[in-house]
């Protein structure tokens, strides 16, 4: 089952902040979270395993709500390079190593 | 490190004809995988492989296409023939070992136009 990010675009000024969200209907082991540019290949971001336990990468982090099978990516003080379509991937409990992407939030950072 | 590669990087093919992909994964990379990724969607798994036998191709149309690893390094995608809706981005990707646990890497893909 394909998890579901919201929100689909969000616009945001150089220095916003930012929040995307991905759920899922089934009980999940991980979510990871890729990055991908237009026309280049997507670029792993960050894991996070069941545990509820958060991390980060630049000025990007992510938390991971296992009872509500939900995960958050928070860009924080964005910047332009931040601009690009953020996937997240889930495996779920009942699919050992199968990733489940969602369909992308596009991100565009202006100056 | 040499990343993921991938060739070709475009083909333009009519529909009914056969097209073929290939992947070089990451040096010392046990596991690989193909994705269709069609405009304005996330990445969908074709097929996994572990070294050179088959994890999961639960989601290939077998009818149409094929994959291949052999010796479990390279690998091959073959749509024979094609449709219009396959046309779409192809990624490959491999990982360190199958797992939850471990990132995958990507490579450039290949863009397909059925016409």
């Known amino acids: 089952q394909q998890p579901v990010q919201s929100p689909q675009a969000v616009i945001l000024r150089e220095g916003e902040d930012a929040v995307i969200n991905c759920s899922s209907s089934k009980a999940l082991y991980s979510v990871h979270w890729y990055r991908q540019k237009h026309g280049e290949a997507p670029v792993f971001l960050m894991i996070?395993?069941?545990?509820?336990e958060q991390k980060g990468h630049e000025k990007i982090s992510a938390s991971f709500n296992e009872k509500k099978q939900q995960s958050s990516l928070y860009l924080t003080a964005s910047q332009l390079s931040y601009s690009g379509t953020y996937f997240c991937g889930t495996v779920s409990t009942d699919s050992w190593g199968k990733l489940q992407f969602g369909a992308g939030t596009q991100v565009v950072v202006t100056p | 490190e040499a990343g993921v590669a991938q060739s070709p990087r475009y083909k333009i093919i009519e529909k009914r004809q056969s097209v073929a992909f290939w992947c070089n994964p990451i040096?010392?990379?046990?596991?690989l995988y193909w994705y269709q990724q069609i405009l304005g969607q996330g990445p969908k798994l074709l097929i996994q492989?572990?070294?050179?036998?088959?994890?999961?191709d639960s989601q290939l149309p077998k009818d149409r296409f094929s994959a291949e690893r052999l010796k479990g390094v390279d690998s091959t995608l073959k749509i024979q023939p094609a449709k219009l809706e396959d046309s779409a981005v192809y990624l490959c990707?491999?990982?360190?070992?199958?797992?939850?646990?471990?990132?995958?890497?990507f490579g450039p893909g290949t863009r397909l136009t059925v016409t």
């Open positions: 996070l395993l069941k545990g509820g």
């Open positions: 040096s010392g990379h046990a596991t």
């Open positions: 990707a491999s990982s360190l070992i199958a797992g939850d646990d471990y990132e995958q890497y």
């Open positions: 492989f572990q070294n050179n036998g088959v994890v999961d």
